[in-house]
């Protein structure tokens, strides 16, 4: 017996990680295994900076999925010190997929990423062509030969090679089964319900976040960050009828970056604020009133204070 109950005889429990380049498909995936939405997605790369678990619960097995942000090269402080989280996070994992997006060549960055990989001992390596709905047979299988090839030159020995998209959700459930069976056996490391441990300041600050990135993703590439600075439950409200009060403080670079973000007589932040109220309110399931304060923290991303202050 643990904690919770009765765990079925075979029952298996572990950790998965995703790597690819930025756009890859790796937190897209990690929500149509788990099946709701709790990492980010946004068609901008390098959004995914904090590590987010979703999970996937099973009557057979519970399999945690850590999505980690892309390795790069790194230019500031706080591109060194996600390199260094990714690669304790690819040590730490029963299983690394690799993920190869099936519409682009295999080029020098998924060399770089694989070499990476391939370093790290005593971890199964999964290779996974990622949307699959965007391709014809005949290139996915010239895509399949390509990540076989990649494995051979880096003496990477791939434990399976999956083609699988999240979109159409073709050959999801297949994923689930094989990382499944590369889970040791054990009892589950969650309680059940759960979806992902990060905190839920960190889940609605990057719904805040990814509200803000929206339409000005050439202006400000990577220079907004978000501090969820206090939730609380509105004081004296009907039971039936509660209201969460959310604050949260958006951080751009420049004061430039400012009056971008806020709009002409705030009009764009009041879009950005109702369109994360509602995503808010979905993931906690609670109406919720949101107030945004924009702040300017020069040069956020080079600044060690700063970067602790904002999370990293
Ligand atoms: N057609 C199609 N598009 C996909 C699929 N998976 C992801 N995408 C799209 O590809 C883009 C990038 O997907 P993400 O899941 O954010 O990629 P990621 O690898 O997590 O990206 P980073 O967080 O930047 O590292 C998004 O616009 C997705 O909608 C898929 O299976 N099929």
């Known amino acids: 017996m643990s904690v919770f109950g009765e765990v079925p005889e075979g029952y298996r429990s572990g950790f998965a990680c995703f790597v690819g380049r930025p756009n890859a498909g790796k937190s897209t995936l990690t929500n149509a295994l788990v099946g709701s939405k709790v990492v980010i997605t946004s068609s901008?790369?390098?959004?995914?900076?904090?590590?987010?678990?979703?999970?996937?619960?099973?009557?057979?097995?519970?399999?945690?999925?850590?999505?980690?942000?892309?390795?790069?090269?790194?230019?500031?402080?706080?591109?060194?010190?996600?390199?260094d989280l990714v690669r304790a996070t690819w040590s730490e994992v029963d299983v690394v997929c690799c993920c190869f997006p099936a519409d682009q060549e295999i080029g020098p960055g998924d060399a770089f990423l694989a070499g990476e990989v391939a370093k790290v001992r005593g971890t199964v390596f999964v290779a996974l062509a990622t949307k699959t709905d965007l391709v014809d047979g005949e290139r996915l299988a010239r895509h399949l030969m390509a990540i076989d090839a990649l494995g051979r030159e880096?003496?990477?020995?791939?434990?399976?090679?999956?083609?699988?998209?999240?979109?159409?959700g073709d050959q999801v459930g297949l994923l689930a089964d094989l990382l499944v069976?590369?889970?040791?056996?054990?009892p589950p490391l969650y309680p059940e319900g759960d979806l992902t441990d990060a905190p839920e300041e960190v889940l609605v600050a990057d719904l805040v976040r990814e509200a803000a990135l929206e339409g000005v993703r050439d202006e400000l590439p990577h220079s907004i960050a978000v501090v969820v600075e206090e939730m609380i439950p509105r004081e004296g409200r009907p039971e039936d009828r509660p209201l969460l009060d959310v604050h949260a403080s958006l951080y751009v670079e420049r004061d430039s970056q400012k009056g971008i973000v806020i709009g002409h007589r705030g009009s764009r932040l009041r879009d950005v604020g109702s369109a994360a109220r509602s995503q808010i309110e979905a993931l906690l399931g609670t109406p919720v009133h949101l107030q945004l304060h924009v702040k300017v923290a020069k040069d956020w991303q080079r600044d060690p204070r700063q970067l602790r202050k904002l999370g990293f």
Do not use: F, Y
């Not at 979703?54 to 945690?64: F, N, T, W």
């Not at 069976?181 to 054990?186: D, K, L, S």
């Open 181 to 186: 069976a590369r889970m040791p056996e054990g």
């Open 44 to 83: 901008r790369p390098q959004t995914t900076r904090t590590v987010v678990r979703g999970i996937v619960h099973r009557p057979d097995a519970q399999l945690v999925l850590v999505d980690t942000p892309g390795l790069h090269r790194p230019r500031t402080l706080l591109g060194e010190r996600l390199n």
């Open 154 to 168: 880096l003496g990477l020995d791939w434990a399976e090679i999956v083609p699988v998209s999240a979109v159409s």
